[in-house]
């Protein structure tokens, strides 16, 4: 049974830093291209950034130059250093695997972490 246990979220003000943890279990980590996806209240969930399993990043425009992927392949965790964080990053924060993972056909998520980016 795969688990995804996101951490390390809160409240920060604009242009603070947060380091976002996801410790995934019940699968072979580093296999796996692994993601970070955010939901802002309203809005569908969006991939932010993602690292494959040799570490290459990639990251949505928005965040590109702010957030840095990274991950532990002995600790089974994926990272997300976020900085000079903006109001409209605020989000619930959830990392997958990539292809997303299913379970009997039906997308599976942990359950994220918030992020709240105010002054």
């Known amino acids: 049974q795969v688990q995804f246990v996101e951490s390390g979220g809160g409240l920060v003000q604009p242009g603070g830093s947060l380091r976002l943890s996801c410790v995934v279990s019940g699968t072979i980590f580093s296999f796996y291209s692994m993601d970070w996806y955010r939901q802002a209240p309203g809005k569908q969930r969006e991939l932010v950034a993602r690292?494959?399993?040799?570490?290459?990043?990639n990251y949505q425009g928005s965040v590109k130059g702010r957030f840095t992927i990274s991950r532990d392949n002995a600790k089974n965790t994926v990272y997300l250093q976020m900085n000079s964080l903006k109001p409209e990053d605020t989000a619930v924060y959830y990392c997958n695997t990539d292809p997303i993972w299913s379970v009997d056909a039906k997308e599976y998520w942990g359950q994220g972490t918030q992020v709240t980016v105010s002054s």
């Open positions: 690292i494959s399993s040799t570490r290459m990043p």
